[in-house]
């Protein structure tokens, strides 16, 4: 079993920057994929983006990518996603999930482990 516990999440004006954390414990090892979704009210959740965190490998969805950046210190368990350029648009409660693998990261349904959620408000 793997436990998330995410960070960092709070409230920013526009065009500004965040970043948040999600420490890992548990059965940890490097076949762990850890990724970062967010869900605003009334939408589907949708994938932000993903590390491996054996390799550091990272991978973005076409709608963030050049806006966000995943991250990983293996050393800590521990994943990040710096965010900048923000837009009230971006606004959405923000999970980490962890599972084993890294094919088809995008597809929140088939995550086993999720963090309890840090919300992000942008105005």
């Known amino acids: 079993h793997v436990q998330l516990v995410e960070s960092g999440g709070g409230s920013v004006p526009a065009g500004g920057s965040l970043t948040l954390s999600c420490a890992a414990s548990?059965?940890?090892?490097?076949?762990?994929?850890m990724a970062w979704f967010r869900q605003a009210p009334g939408k589907e959740r949708e994938e932000v983006a993903a590390?491996?965190?054996?390799?550091?490998?990272?991978y973005y969805s076409d709608a963030l990518k050049g806006r966000v950046t995943v991250s990983r210190d293996s050393t800590k368990n521990t994943a990040y996603l710096q965010m900048s350029s923000l837009e009230p648009e971006d606004t959405a409660m923000y999970y980490c999930a962890a599972k084993r693998g890294c094919s088809s990261w995008k597809e929140y349904r088939i995550f086993d482990y999720w963090g309890q959620g840090t919300q992000v408000t942008v105005s």
């Open positions: 548990g059965n940890i090892d490097d076949s762990i994929v």
């Open positions: 590390v491996n965190t054996a390799t550091g490998n990272a």
